[in-house]
Nanobody
């Protein structure tokens, strides 16, 4: 069974940048839709973005409107790793960031559709 482990969280100033990694083990994830979610205490997990295979080694990405133009998802299949690069981070984006995977045919925005989850990594924006 595929397992996911995130890393790269930490403290960052508003306007700064941070890169998160999600390493998969237990099986290849090249055909998985791989997504990033974030969650603050008491709130539901929020879709950040996802990478979806559209054929061969070609992937497309989808992002929440709030992060478009600032966040980028990429993947390195040989390393079984997905990345989330965050730029111009905002104070309100402090959250636990989670990597998730699904074999659904289309990119779901709801966390319930994802069957594999990492344990999360905390990102704290602080001045």
């Amino acid at each position: 069974q595929v397992q996911l482990v995130e890393s790269g969280g930490g403290l960052v100033a508003p306007g700064g940048s941070l890169s998160l990694s999600c390493v998969a083990s237990g099986g290849p994830t090249s055909r998985y839709i791989m997504a990033w979610f974030r969650q603050t205490p008491g709130m539901q997990r929020e879709f950040v973005g996802a990478s979806t295979r559209i054929g061969g080694n070609v992937y497309t990405t989808k992002y929440a409107d709030s992060v478009k133009g600032r966040f980028t998802i990429s993947r390195h299949n040989a390393k079984n790793t997905v990345y989330l690069e965050m730029n111009n981070i905002k104070l309100e984006e402090t959250a636990g960031y989670y990597c998730a995977g699904t074999t659904a045919s289309t990119t779901p925005l709801s966390p319930e559709a994802y069957t594999v989850w990492g344990q999360g990594t905390q990102v704290t924006i602080t001045s």
